[in-house]
């Protein structure tokens, strides 16, 4: 896929935006998301004018500052991993306290509402944990997630080639025109519902590869709820982190 990528500026109603803007020739829609870093990313399509990009910006500028502040402010006041026990990690929508233990074996498992992780000795090393931990997350992810394709793609009429997890910073999901789909291991953290339409939604790229109208009528139809989803993914997001 042909990406240009340039940085970009605009003085708004709402004061200084600025933004990366990411051109494709594929792409027929303009999406603009906020990362939890703050930073602002346009996607649009590589013949729309700089006047339209501009507009749009514009007439969206008060929603991606409240954004902006949100995650400022939400991951400000989020600790700082260190992978000591009495740390919350979500897994399913709940909440689970890490509890690391010393024992001869190397594995992480949830137990009475707690998430165990192993350590060889007192004087662990927290890296170790947390790679344990996300080779945690990361079976039972594609464990769940391949059941909740199977479900659905037979609930859907449709035929996917195969189901693979990654940890990824920014994205939750990605249908590609092959067939696979390739989901984020965090995605183990939320809600089973918020799981559900994100499975659902990936399913619906291997009818429609955009963001267009007909692609989210058809998310609709499968999943009514689908805006009160992505509501809560986006005020959410800082929570779900390993």
């Known amino acids: 896929m042909s990406l240009h990528v340039a940085e970009q500026s605009l003085k708004t109603d709402s004061g200084l935006i600025k933004y990366q803007l990411i051109k494709s020739k594929k792409r027929k829609t303009v999406s603009i998301s906020i990362l939890r870093s703050g930073m602002v990313k346009v996607n649009a399509p590589a013949q729309i004018a700089a006047k339209e990009i501009e507009r749009l910006v514009n007439d969206k500028s008060r929603w991606i500052s409240e954004k902006i502040d949100f995650f400022a402010n939400t991951c400000a006041s989020l600790p700082k991993r260190e992978y000591k026990s009495g740390e919350t ?5 709940r909440d689970l306290l890490l ?5 001869g074996e190397k594995k992480v498992f949830v137990e009475d509402g707690q998430l165990v992780a192993t350590a060889q000795s007192q004087q662990y090393s927290p890296t170790a944990i947390k790679n344990r931990i996300v080779e945690f997350y990361r079976a039972e992810a594609l464990n769940y997630l391949s059941k909740r394709c199977e479900y659905y793609a037979q609930q859907m009429g449709l035929r996917y080639k ?3 997890v990654r940890l990824n910073k920014n994205t939750w999901g990605c249908c590609y025109s092959d067939g696979r789909i390739r989901f984020n291991l965090k995605l183990l953290m939320t809600p089973p519902e918020i799981i559900d339409y994100v499975v659902i939604h990936e399913l619906c790229h291997l009818v429609h590869q955009n ?3 007909r692609f989210w009528d058809l998310v609709s139809r499968h999943y009514p709820e689908y805006k009160a989803a992505i509501e809560h993914m986006d005020i959410n997001r800082a929570l779900y982190e390993l």
């Open 89 to 93: 990690f979500k897994y399913m929508g």
């Open 99 to 103: 509890k690391v233990i010393c024992s």
């Open 162 to 164: 195969d189901v693979s």
């Open 211 to 213: 963001h267009s109208s």
